[in-house]
């Protein structure tokens, strides 16, 4: 380990910065957040730097640099774009045992700056040495996109009740498990969705519940998206890896699955056409009945919860027996296959509304509004349809669609087994049935579905 990683504690503390150009800014505006007391020396004094004077008191000492300048100085900062005054720094600030930096220079440095993900409290810091300064930047981005907004608020709310806990729960190995749960679970959740009320409610009585030694779990009802893995929003992946049950329907991929966390339990409840593994009701109750045993339930769905796919009925149960629960939305078929198929939903020269409907065959009919369904100017997107296709055109046809309406099936679209059969309502049906298709599917129809041809930009391994 060539460098030692600390967080230094600058409150009030004498720091200099040589230079005041839009690098020096950078470093300055770093220090002010850390509440360094700042004095800067430079030439010349760039605009960026008297920005940050308006909001943050600088000492700053037009002249050039001489040694004596870092007496008295914790640590010190150069970043002039002149070689020999950046030379002049670092010796001088290391002859006196100052810390100093010198920007993009490491071989002058004492110390480097690293890439920082600022959550406060929270902060992640990450350095490569001045190896790859790139790769510790990616990392970074990596670490910005997993670690929520609001970790700072959590942070913050962790630190207000930890003498509470502490004098709470005396075993240490108990209050460990007891963060990690209030960490990951329901009141973490609450503050990131921006409830730090409630959170801190419920916080309080975990706590009171601990004492009371009961331990409820939660559920999360979350929208896997129509296929790709990574169409899955940041917040269903978290959630999923905390999960100590996950219980899935047919449309969830195996790929999906294995980004659950590996020693969860994982349910399969069914539901393709025909051959539902548990009916709905009870479907409902196990949910209730995993959560009541305090465990932590991921029920995942294909595309997105509240889109045909009962997730409403599933949380009127939860919320009937009091269990906490939260909604994660997914990308849903449509809008998936419409993406990946290059066939926007909606366009200005061909239609102003998009209807979502089910072509699900009832007692071997479909009950669907027609006449609104065959209206002009519009995209019909039809979830379920591919047994009842045939019926569908002809419908449409009936009440006035034109014969040549153009019509695209996509098969298992966002996956590498995606394709895309297009059609008008009177050839689609024969088209299909030619073919050996996989569900799922979904139907558009309308006349977007001309600029496939052009905008078709996903080759799936099928197509
Ligand atoms: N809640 C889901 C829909 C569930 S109903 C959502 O929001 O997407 C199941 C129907 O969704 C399937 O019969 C099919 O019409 C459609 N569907 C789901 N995923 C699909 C995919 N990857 N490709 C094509 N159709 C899909």
Request: charged share 20%; net charge neutral; aromatic share 6%.
């Amino acid at each position: 380990m060539e460098y030692f990683p600390i967080f230094v504690k600058l409150q009030g503390q004498a720091c200099l910065v040589v230079g005041a150009g839009e690098i020096a800014a950078r470093k300055i505006d770093l220090l002010a957040r850390a509440g360094a007391d700042i004095t800067v020396i430079a030439k010349e004094v760039k605009v960026p730097v008297l920005k940050i004077q308006h909001q943050h008191r600088l000492s700053i000492l037009h002249k050039a640099f001489v040694p004596d300048d870092v007496q008295g100085f914790k640590l010190v900062i150069s970043a002039t774009d002149n070689d020999e005054t950046n030379c002049l720094v670092a010796d001088s600030a290391k002859q006196r045992d100052i810390l100093v930096n010198v920007v993009d220079s490491p071989a002058l440095c004492s110390f480097i700056f690293p890439a920082i993900v600022d959550r406060s409290p929270i902060i992640a810091a990450v350095t490569s040495g001045g190896a790859a300064p790139v790769l510790a930047r990616l990392l970074r981005a990596k670490l910005e996109s997993i670690i929520p907004p609001s970790y700072g608020r959590l942070a913050q709310l962790a630190e207000k009740f930890r003498p509470a806990v502490k004098n709470t729960i005396a075993e240490p190995a108990q209050r460990r498990i007891f963060w990690e749960n209030i960490l990951q679970g329901a009141v973490a959740e609450l503050v990131f969705a921006g409830n730090e009320q409630q959170a801190e409610q419920q916080l309080q009585a975990k706590l009171a519940q601990h004492q009371a030694n009961v331990n409820n779990g939660e559920v999360y009802l979350i929208g896997a998206g129509p296929g790709a893995p990574d169409l899955l929003t940041f917040r269903a992946l978290r959630l999923m890896q905390q999960a100590d049950v996950v219980v899935y329907d047919h449309l969830v991929s195996p790929e999906i699955l294995d980004l659950a966390r590996r020693d969860s339990e994982k349910i399969y409840v069914g539901k393709q056409r025909q051959n539902h593994t548990l009916a709905q009701e009870n479907i409902n109750q196990l949910l209730a009945d995993l959560a009541k045993a305090g465990k932590r339930v991921v029920r995942l769905k294909g595309g997105d919860p509240f889109i045909f796919g009962r997730g409403g009925e599933e949380i009127e149960t939860l919320m009937q027996q009091g269990i906490a629960f939260q909604v994660v939305p997914g990308i849903t078929a449509a809008s998936g296959c419409a993406s990946y198929a290059g066939i926007p939903l909606t366009h200005r020269d061909h239609a102003q509304s998009c209807i979502f409907v089910t072509g699900h065959l009832k007692n071997d009919d479909i009950n669907l509004n027609w006449t609104q369904l065959a209206a002009p100017n519009q995209t019909v997107v039809v979830y379920m349809g591919l047994v009842g296709l045939e019926k569908i055109c002809q419908a449409l046809i009936a009440h006035g669609s034109p014969k040549d309406l153009p019509i695209a099936l996509v098969q298992q679209g966002t996956t590498t087994h995606q394709r895309v059969i297009t059609g008008t309502l009177t050839t689609l049906p024969s088209l299909v049935a030619a073919q050996e298709v996989k569900a799922p599917t979904l139907i558009i129809i309308g006349t977007v579905v001309t600029l496939h041809e052009k905008l078709n930009w996903f080759q799936g391994e099928a197509s």
